[in-house]
């Protein structure tokens, strides 16, 4: 799964640009006084201003032999969250390392670098080794409801079951769906999962699609090419 165009929530937009144009150096699209868009290596971010945004969790795939470099960059310009003491973790079941840091709107951002992807960079780290958007959280009541809507799309599980966590579709894009009743905090902070609303496009096995998330409520609509 590829994911085209994600777009959030958000409360604090000033800041929120600020932080991802000039703070970590992503491209910025467009501006409005209500919303920004950012390039993500080959996906696009959106926030918009909402007084009702929660606390989303997301994540970029980064080089794997980039790992460290990308710690050293990313301490320059946000706070890592460390897990065990630790400020990279390792998800050796996932054959990944992994950091975290908080945006200005408190989400939980997250970079990856995933071995099986034999993503390798030779030039200094910096926002154009970020290859895209690879997550996004996705908390429910119902783990089984959510996959049943996914599966349409021919995505698949990736890991976990319908109890508490299931990660659905593939390394180059993840719904990170968890069960906010039986598992409440997002890893690795104590932030509650809430349910949340988002808009996504992606593509998947040569087909687009247009994912609308109302209060964890799905509404999925193939897209014609252009």
Request: with cysteine.
């Amino acid at each position: 799964m590829n994911i085209q165009h994600l777009t959030l929530d958000c409360r604090f937009i000033e800041a929120q640009k600020l932080f991802y144009s000039k703070v970590l150096g992503f491209e910025l699209l467009e501006e409005t006084l209500l919303k920004f868009s950012v390039q993500i290596g080959s996906s696009r971010l959106t926030f918009k201003k909402s007084l009702e945004a929660k606390p989303y969790h997301f994540a970029f795939n980064i080089p794997f032999n980039q790992i460290d470099e990308a710690k050293h960059w990313l301490e320059e310009r946000a706070r890592l969250i460390p897990y065990e003491e630790k400020e990279v973790v390792d998800f050796s079941a996932w054959n990944a390392e992994a950091m975290y840091f908080k945006d200005k709107d408190h989400n939980i951002v997250e970079f990856i670098g995933r071995r099986n992807l034999n993503q390798k960079a030779t030039k200094s780290f910096d926002v154009h080794n970020i290859s895209c958007v690879s997550e996004i959280g996705l908390p429910s009541k119902e783990i089984s409801s959510i996959y049943q809507e996914l599966a349409k799309c021919n995505l698949p599980i990736y890991d976990g079951n319908m109890d508490r966590f299931c990660a659905i579709g593939d390394e180059y894009g993840l719904f990170i769906c968890i069960d906010n009743e039986k598992k409440t905090e997002w890893f690795p902070t104590d932030i509650y999962p809430e349910i949340i609303s988002f808009t996504l496009d992606f593509d998947n096995d040569g087909v687009d699609y247009h994912l609308n998330c109302l209060e964890g409520k799905l509404d999925i609509k193939k897209q014609a090419k252009p």
